[in-house]
């Protein structure tokens, strides 16, 4: 993700476009004891969709890590949608989701489940806080290590004013804060008390 710019290092990808090429596995168990089902880009792609938001706020910059967090352990990141088209994206991927559990819930929950069921253990991405007159928020995973660890770039400007990029890191994702961030739709994950999406930043 690129900080401070709407100007990403890399070219982007349309958000709105992707959402309805993709096509959902069959869940398969975890480490945890959970499920992961993933998404591919298309019936013929194994790629997961990736997709960039516009230029967006990071109202708390990047959360703490917890007190048992591994050097692999993804940390979260909340952004503001402000947008009108990112949160139309966010919510159309939200009731996509739901759409999917509603016609496999016999093969994802072994029984049949009605939407409004669905929408009740949904942990949705698009979020409204308590205050109304705050943008919604989506959240973000953000890797600080391994092989799929998040590209975070620092825009300046030279002393001929001219835009550059540099390497930066976590540390730089602070409160209000500004990023573009590229992310992959990598699946969904299923626990005992519900089911949600996973997005992983990955520029």
């Not at 792609?45 to 109202?59: A, G, I, L, M, N």
């Not at 910059?61 to 591994?70: V, Y």
């Not at 050097?71 to 402000?82: C, Q």
């Not at 400007?157 to 992959?184: H, I």
Request: with cysteine; charged share 30%.
């Amino acid at each position: 993700m690129s900080i401070g710019s709407a100007r990403p290092p890399r070219p982007p990808t349309h958000p709105l476009r992707c959402l309805y090429f993709t096509r959902y596995k069959e869940p398969v168990k975890n480490s945890r004891n959970g499920l992961n089902l993933f998404i591919d880009a298309s019936s013929t792609s194994r790629s997961s969709v990736k997709v960039q938001f516009p230029k967006c706020r990071c109202p708390f910059g990047i959360a703490d890590k917890k007190a048992d967090a591994t050097e692999f352990t993804r940390r979260n990141l909340e952004l503001s949608a402000d947008d009108e088209d990112m949160q139309k994206w966010v919510e159309a991927f939200d009731d996509l989701n739901i759409k999917k559990a509603e016609a496999n819930s016999e093969a994802w929950f072994r029984k049949k489940l009605s939407r409004e069921a669905l929408e009740q253990l949904y942990g949705k991405c698009l979020k409204q806080g308590t205050d109304a007159k705050y943008a919604p928020l989506v959240r973000l995973k953000v890797s600080e290590s391994g092989p799929r660890k998040t590209n975070i770039f620092v825009v300046y400007k030279d002393a001929s004013g001219n835009e550059k990029y540099k390497r930066g890191s976590t540390e730089d994702l602070n409160r209000n804060c500004y990023v573009v961030p590229q992310f992959e739709v990598s699946g969904l994950w299923f626990v005992s008390k519900g089911y949600g999406a996973t997005m992983v930043a990955t520029d």
